[in-house]
T-cell receptor, first 115, second 109 residues
Framework: ETGVTQTPRHLVMGMTNKKSLKCEQH?????MYWYKQSAKKPLELMFV???????ENNSVPSRFSPECPNSSHLFLHLHTLQPEDSALYLC??????????????FGSGTRLTVV | RKEVEQDPGPFNVPEGATVAFNCTYS??????FFWYRQDCRKEPKLLMS???SGNEDGRFTAQLNRASQYISLLIRDSKLSDSATYLC??????????FGKGTKLSVIP
């Protein structure tokens, strides 16, 4: 496998459920990210992990809980979500400090619907 | 003021046309800039990095104007396959990329 892999691709969950999103990168990168993309909004950064330590947490509600067990894997644990949390959740990775001109590589995303 | 702003479009252009998108940024400390392409229901994919001197990749040209704080993307000889949403992004610190909402392009036969 190459690149950044996210599972599941689609997820429908009730507001009382607990689920986890998984991301795995095969690029040897040392930083991983969770972004949320809602309709008609820009990509919103949720969490940043660098060398397995969380370095940014952009005021994300506690019902979202990230976990980074190693530099290749990133999880987003979900519980008691709200319908407005329905969105495309994108994982990305990069090598930091990065060379000039080096962006992120995104996974294909998990489309989450909260019912 | 939003950090990165783009005209959402849609831009509807005929095949073969030249189309340009602009993106303005408010953080003067931004150092690196990128254009991403996102197809419907897919993830963003890096299209081009944007250098101060401007850079070209085939039909695509990206430019940066630091004085006016905007970046641009020019697409020449548009193809049907260029239809997508184009996202600009800027980075000020070590990690975080800040994205615009994207500009939707539809190339019409």
């Amino acid at each position: 496998e190459t690149g950044v892999t996210q599972t599941p691709r689609h997820l429908v969950m009730g507001m009382t459920n607990k689920k986890s999103l998984k991301c795995e990168q095969h690029l040897g990168h040392n930083a991983m990210y969770w972004y949320k993309q809602s309709a008609k909004k820009p990509l919103e950064l949720m969490f940043v992990y660098s060398l397995e330590e969380r370095v940014e947490n952009n005021s994300v509600p506690s019902r979202f809980s990230p976990e980074c067990p190693n530099s290749s894997h990133l999880f987003l644990h979900l519980h008691t979500l709200q319908p407005e949390d329905s969105a495309l959740y994108l994982c990305a990775s990069s090598q930091d400090p990065r060379p000039q001109g080096s962006g992120y590589t995104f996974g294909s995303g998990t489309r989450l619907t909260v019912v | 003021r939003k950090e990165v702003e783009q005209d959402p479009g849609p831009f509807n252009v005929p095949e073969g046309a030249t189309v340009a998108f602009n993106c303005t940024y408010s953080n003067s400390a931004s150092q690196s800039f990128f254009w991403y392409r996102q197809d419907c229901r897919k993830e963003p994919k890096l299209l081009m990095s944007v250098y101060s001197s401007g850079n070209e990749d085939g039909r695509f040209t990206a430019q940066l104007n630091r004085a006016s704080q905007y970046i641009s993307l020019l697409i020449r000889d548009s193809k049907l396959s260029d239809s997508a949403t184009y996202l600009c992004a800027g980075r000020a610190g070590s990690y975080q990329l800040t994205f615009g909402k994207g500009t939707k392009l539809s190339v019409i036969p």
